[in-house]
């Protein structure tokens, strides 16, 4: 069974904050990596994708790839309030079929 | 800008029914995947069509068949509901090669009675 582990959170940052959020997989031969968010309510969109090991800036977000310890992070930086949601983590096991994590609640605080 | 719709945003059907759900891309998109979503599992891959009249079985296909008739609709078929199926159920479509990003539609809340 192929899976993505995150930390249910929720995780707590003060706006301005930095917030780090982590992910590990199982599957030492997946490709690609997925960062969607989610609010409560909707469905998920999709924040950053990562494909080799490294970082990859986006904005005020950071994807961080590191193969041989198979684990994905994604760094806010400035948090605000409005970026509490809870964050899912998405490995492409092959031919798209992604595997979630449970993700990670994210709480900003004014 | 990318649209996936599904045909209802609840939905409450009765033990033993059989139930549609309907899902469009308006983007040309080959493949298409229908996912559920519960408290605490996360997103879970039912079902997913890399090209029309194409199906493949997802991680949890049990109770659950699929149709692709026409390459911007995919639509997910309970062929008799049952109270464990009451979930949240999302429809994305993505292009091939280009698989950066899986596009959602706004999900069903299904409640089965």
């Known amino acids: 069974q192929k899976e993505v582990e995150q930390n249910s959170g929720p995780l707590s940052v003060p706006e301005g904050a930095i917030a780090s959020l982590n992910c590990t997989y199982s599957?030492?031969?997946?490709?690609?990596f997925f960062w969607y968010r989610q609010y409560s309510g909707k469905s998920p969109e999709l924040i950053m994708f990562i494909y080799s090991n490294g970082d990859k800036e986006d904005g005020r977000f950071t994807a961080q790839l590191n193969k041989a310890s198979q684990y994905v992070s994604l760094l806010i930086r400035d948090s605000q309030p409005s970026d509490s949601a809870t964050y899912l983590c998405?490995?492409?096991?092959?031919?798209?079929?992604?595997?979630f994590g449970t993700g990670t609640r994210l709480l900003v605080s004014p | 800008d990318v649209k996936v719709t599904q045909s209802s945003r609840y939905l409450v059907k009765r033990t033993g029914e059989k139930v549609f759900l309907e899902c469009v891309q308006d983007?040309?998109?080959?493949?298409m995947f229908w996912y559920r979503q519960d408290p605490g599992l996360g997103l879970r891959l039912i079902y997913f069509s890399y090209d029309v009249k194409m199906k493949e079985k997802g991680d949890i296909p049990e109770g659950y068949s699929v149709s692709r008739e026409k390459k911007e609709r995919f639509s997910l078929i309970l062929e008799s509901a049952s109270t464990n199926q009451t979930s949240m159920y999302l429809c994305?479509?993505?292009?091939?090669?280009?698989?950066?990003?899986?596009?959602f539609g706004p999900g069903t809340r299904l409640t089965v009675l």
């Open positions: 994305a479509s993505s292009s091939t090669p280009a698989a950066d990003t899986q596009y």
């Open positions: 983007m040309d998109h080959e493949n």
């Open positions: 599957d030492r031969g997946s490709q690609s």
């Open positions: 998405a490995v492409d096991t092959g031919f798209q079929k992604l595997v």
